[in-house]
């Protein structure tokens, strides 16, 4: 079985997913994993050109990809070939996982048992599904909702209306008033005139001494975690993406915007009403200007301002000179 405590999956057979395809018909699926964390019983999936590197690497039993990209996975792993790799994704995930693609209510919730949670101080109202771990001397404000599975460390402040749901926090970390964290993303598959909702099993890590403001949400991911490191600290209504990665110590400001699955790196500093666009990679020690757009990857130790951010020098090379027109 697969590590996954948010979700329940369905034992599948491979063969059974695909009986048109040539497969092992003795795989047992334990999990739906990306190419660089895949073990031999997981199902995985490459899509894009972009991670060539990954693919030949992977340990993945089993993975579904197109004709033109089946000759960069190694001899071992069972090849899936599809039209649309991340439609058959979706359809395998439902199947495997038939609770991940709708965040159903949890009807677990109850008022806290103080005996049980005798270090942790609660405000007025709150309510704690099954099986939540909270860690010692831990405060939670009134009107917050912790669903099933939850963990929190030590030492935490949660603000009140706050809802945590598929999320695992560290210690010493705190979450402002109105925060949503680890609801299902923004994903769906246009085919047609139909939009496919992506279901989302992967779940939102917190990691130690982190402070969320108020009002922001962080979407549990869709197939690998929502991250966000230690000592990182994030203002005033910012929204993260799902899959999206946050190295450690890092500074964003109010009102900025992650899509989904771009990795930040350690000591990145983002001022107010950036925008970040998914699948980037964003360097150690980069600091992005207040407005940004950031549409390609950013090396390490970069200053970039503008729409689309360019580096800082020429930001202002720009600027001047439409000011002395």
Request: glycine share 10%; hydrophobic share 35%.
């Amino acid at each position: 079985m697969s590590t996954n405590i948010f979700f329940k999956e369905k034992n599948i057979k491979l063969f059974d997913l695909f009986p048109k395809q040539k497969l092992s018909k003795n795989f047992i699926i334990k999990g739906v994993k990306s190419l660089d964390i895949a073990k031999s019983n997981d199902l995985s999936f490459f899509d894009s050109i972009k991670y060539k590197s990954k693919a030949k690497n992977t340990k993945t039993g089993a993975c579904l990809t197109t004709k033109h990209l089946e000759n960069f996975l190694p001899k071992h792993t069972q090849k899936i070939i599809v039209n649309n790799v991340l439609f058959e994704l979706a359809g395998a995930i439902k199947k495997i996982f038939p609770d991940a693609d709708i965040d159903y209510p949890d009807f677990t919730l109850k008022k806290p048992n103080l005996k049980k949670y005798n270090s942790v101080k609660f405000g007025n109202n709150v309510l704690i599904g099954k099986n939540v771990k909270l860690g010692k001397n831990t405060k939670i404000g009134s009107n917050t909702i912790i669903e099933q599975n939850v963990i929190i460390g030590k030492n935490c402040v949660i603000g009140s209306n706050v809802i945590i749901k598929n999320t695992i926090i560290g210690d010493r970390v705190v979450l402002q008033d109105n925060c949503k964290i680890g609801q299902k993303g923004f994903g769906f598959i246009p085919i047609k005139n139909k939009n496919i909702k992506f279901p989302h099993i992967g779940k939102v890590n917190i990691n130690n001494d982190v402070e969320i403001a108020s009002g922001c949400t962080i979407d549990r991911g869709s197939v690998d975690d929502t991250c966000i490191g230690n000592n990182t600290y994030i203002d005033n209504q910012v929204h993260i993406a799902h899959n999206v990665k946050i190295g450690s110590n890092c500074m964003i400001a109010g009102q900025v915007g992650f899509a989904g699955s771009s990795t930040i790196g350690n000591n990145v500093s983002i001022g107010g009403q950036a925008g970040i666009s998914g699948h980037l990679n964003i360097g150690n020690n980069v600091k992005i200007g207040g407005g940004s757009g950031v549409v390609k990857d950013v090396e390490d130790n970069q200053v970039i301002m503008g729409y689309p951010a360019k580096p800082l020098r020429d930001f202002l090379k720009k600027n001047d000179w439409k000011r002395n027109r």
